[in-house]
């Protein structure tokens, strides 16, 4: 793999740097959040999934053909090729992640990236599998600068997912997702004696504000 430098920056709440790289021939993209200090993430992510502390989130573009059957590993690699260390968060997508959709929403910035080209309902009469699905996939970032509890989290989660489903709802398609969507919120660490805000439910203050970033975020990567 090449890693071609040097990567773009957008600045913002979460600013993000585009790494391109080649593989296989092919030129891909991936963003990169080096987040850094003093964040606790939650994340359905095949890299760094769950809850914990994290610094960094990649979001890596892979071709259309993927066929590995180690994601987490080459995660791993990519980040570690583009200079971050220590624990984060790596999604992948089919999708070119250079046509993301972002907002801010007082305070809150979400960064969304939309492959549709597979997509359904959650609730399916299809048969579940344990094999790997291919990445087409809706990926989902945000970042909330207030402390959340593990509940609030999970809340978030909740909520980020609802937002989503809203916004392809809005922008015309028959589905709640694909069957590879991922999603990381990121919220701080508290300081001694700082508010730890409880809920993040969509009429919460700050779910509230988290929703209508996802779900103009989600609406810009999925306007066709």
């Known amino acids: 793999m090449t890693v071609i430098p040097p990567p773009r920056t957008t600045t913002g709440a979460l600013p993000l740097q585009l790494v391109t790289r080649v593989e296989d021939g092919e030129q891909l993209h991936a963003l990169l959040w080096r987040a850094g200090a003093g964040w606790r993430m939650i994340s359905s992510a095949v890299l760094g999934g769950g809850i914990g502390e994290r610094a960094w989130v990649l979001n ?12 987490a590993r080459h995660l791993a690699g990519l980040a570690h090729d583009a200079g971050v260390h220590g624990p984060g968060v790596g999604l992948m997508t089919a999708a070119d992640v250079q046509a993301h959709g972002r907002a801010q929403d007082g305070g809150v ?32 970032i945000a970042a909330l600068p207030v402390a959340l509890t593990d509940a609030a989290l999970v809340n ?6 609802e937002a989503k489903v809203q916004a392809l709802l809005d922008e015309g398609y028959d ?21 730890i805000q409880a809920f993040a439910g969509p009429r919460s203050l700050w779910g509230a504000r988290l929703a209508r970033a996802v ?9 066709p």
Do not use: F, K, M
């Open 60 to 71: 890596a573009q892979v071709s259309h053909g993927y066929r590995r059957t180690d994601p």
């Open 175 to 195: 589905c709640s997702g694909t069957p590879t969507d991922a999603v990381c919120i990121a919220a701080r660490i508290p300081h001694p004696g700082e508010e």
């Open 156 to 161: 978030a989660v909740a909520t980020a997912t």
């Open 109 to 140: 910035e979400a960064v969304a990236t939309a492959g549709l080209g597979v997509r359904g309902w959650a609730a399916s009469p299809a048969r579940g599998t344990t094999a790997q699905a291919a990445p087409g996939t809706i990926n989902i």
């Open 215 to 223: 779900h103009s975020s989600v609406r810009t990567a999925a306007t």
